[in-house]
T-cell receptor
Framework: AQSVSQHNHHVILSEAASLELGCNYS??????LFWYVQYPGQHLQLLLK??????LVKGIKGFEAEFIKSKFSFNLRKPSVQWSDTAEYFC????????????FGGGTRLMVKP | DTEVTQTPKHLVMGMTNKKSLKCEQH?????MYWYKQKAKKPPELMFV???????INESVPSRFSPECPNSSLLNLHLHALQPEDSALYLC????????????FGPGTRLTVL
């Protein structure tokens, strides 16, 4: 079974700082990759997704992620964070042998100081 | 309409109560999911319905009983729950053919006394 690791559990940044959140997965086959965000008191929302094609994908709110197959990674980036980016971020993977099942990483809690 | 709705938003129940959580989507999705999310943890998959049939049960205790009455509705019936079952219960839906992202509802915050 695949696993997903998010190595940064808590990240604290000042506004305008750059952000990179790590995500690594363990499955060697074809994967679909996602980043979800959960703002305080709100539901999970999709930030971006990768299915195929250009490994650099752009999502909402200025976020992007790069799929590096050789490193089994799908790191999330944003060049300049805002206070409103304070949230929990989850990386999720769907493997081609897992039907519709998503495996979530443990999450990264981001706090942006104004 | 790209929304998944869940009712109620909050539910407090005793260990002997029977209650139900409801989920609805009108996106034409034929796969629907129940997840359990504890505080500061990722969602854990409980059940998957595909074309109104239960396709995955992740070894969930029988005190949780899912039901999919039609392609737009998903219920989770609760009976004789334990305090450790207190959590946020999330519903999600997705297209069934070819993988697509799951759309999540806002969840029901359940407290078992």
């Amino acid at each position: 079974a695949q696993s997903v690791s998010q190595h940064n559990h808590h990240v604290i940044l000042s506004e305008a700082a750059s952000l990179e959140l790590g995500c690594n997965y363990s499955y060697g086959g074809t994967v679909n990759l996602f980043w979800y965000v959960q703002y305080p008191g709100q539901h999970l929302q999709l930030l971006l997704k990768y299915f195929s094609g250009d490994p650099l994908v752009k999502g909402i709110k200025g976020f992007e992620a790069e799929f590096i197959k050789s490193k089994f990674s799908f790191n999330l980036r944003k060049p300049s964070v805002q206070w409103s980016d304070t949230a929990e971020y989850f990386c999720a993977v769907n493997a081609d042998n897992a039907g519709n099942m998503l495996t979530f990483g443990g999450g990264t809690r981001l706090m942006v100081k104004p | 309409d790209t929304e998944v709705t869940q009712t109620p938003k909050h539910l407090v129940m005793g260990m002997t109560n029977k209650k139900s959580l409801k989920c609805e989507q009108h996106m034409g999705h034929r796969a629907m999911y129940w997840y359990k999310q504890k505080a500061k943890k990722p969602p854990e998959l409980m059940f998957v319905y595909s074309y109104e049939k239960l396709s995955i049960n992740e070894s969930v205790p029988s005190r949780f009983s899912p039901e999919c009455p039609n392609s737009s509705l998903l219920n989770l019936h609760l009976h004789a729950l334990q305090p450790e079952d207190s959590a946020l219960y999330l519903c999600a839906s997705s297209q069934e053919r070819g993988y697509n992202e799951q759309f999540f509802g806002p969840g029901t915050r359940l407290t078992v006394l």
